[in-house]
């Protein structure tokens, strides 16, 4: 368990984490999913200098987890928490503020390198390690090392082409008595059409991609990307919940929100807590949500 993590090393392919036993043999990344990795590996320099993370600012202001998942996860120090998909950290080392011990896991080597640069600007070096693996490895390339809670955010799910392979990952990380925490993007808002409120896209996971050249990112800095097509999948709610039930996980709770932390529609406005919601005169629709998971204690 995460309090008790094996002493071994590992190493990954592309950025030196920790060794990999001579026996392990790397598999071929899904071509989709390389392309997707050259995408986010050119939007880190651009997200890190944006206005949206606003890094010089974190810095300075030294901010710990939102309020909602304070609320939702309670008090974590001392315990060891996974962040899967961690981009360049800053939701990582904001729980290493609180007071966890995180390990950050990204497919990404360029951010990978920037998160560990703002761990140690921060002072929380000691206090995290960020590791470069794809996800759909991650138990193996974590040496099968157990944590108290397993994290995962905003922006997750939907560059993965099957839920089932990444709960099974997921699950297979929460220590016995541990918690598994996700809120991400909801199904139906990422099957609507941006200028309104009609289907533009299928609400269940389906082996066909959403391919988009569209080659910019959603921050400030609207640099056009060199690897501009990125592979998207949506998955629903009921696959999601049934995926992480199949692996041993039991649901505490699940929330659908009518807000989210990015301006995913043109046609949102402000709100608290830098929350984007839909404005008055639409009709409300969920935006993210939230589930709370757990896996029993033997016996």
Known sequence: MAGGQSSRTWIVVGFIAQAVPAWYAVPAMDERIAANQANWDERVGIHVASRFYDVEGWLRHAPGPRSWETAALGSVAGLHLLHLQCHFGL????????GAQVTG?????????????????????????????????????????????????????CWLPSVDRWAEQAAALVAPGGRF?????????????NDGLALANTYFEQDEPLIDDGGLTYTDGYHALVHRR?????HSIGETVTALVRYGLRIEWLVEHDWTVWRHFPWLVPGDEGRWVTPNDRPRVPLTFSLLASRPTSG
Request: net charge negative; charged share 15%; proline share 3%.
């Open 230 to 234: 990125t592979y998207e999948w949506n």
């Open 91 to 98: 939701d990582t080392l904001a729980w290493a503020r609180a």
């Open 181 to 193: 925490y996700l809120h991400d993007g909801h199904p139906l808002a990422w099957a609507l059409a």
């Open 105 to 157: 896991l990204d497919f990404s080597p360029a951010a990978i390198e920037a998160a560990r640069a703002i761990a140690v600007r921060a002072g929380l070096a000691t206090r995290s390690t960020f590791i470069c693996a794809d996800v759909y490895a991650a138990a193996e390339t974590l040496g099968h090392t157990t944590y108290d809670i397993v994290y995962v955010s905003l922006g997750a799910l």
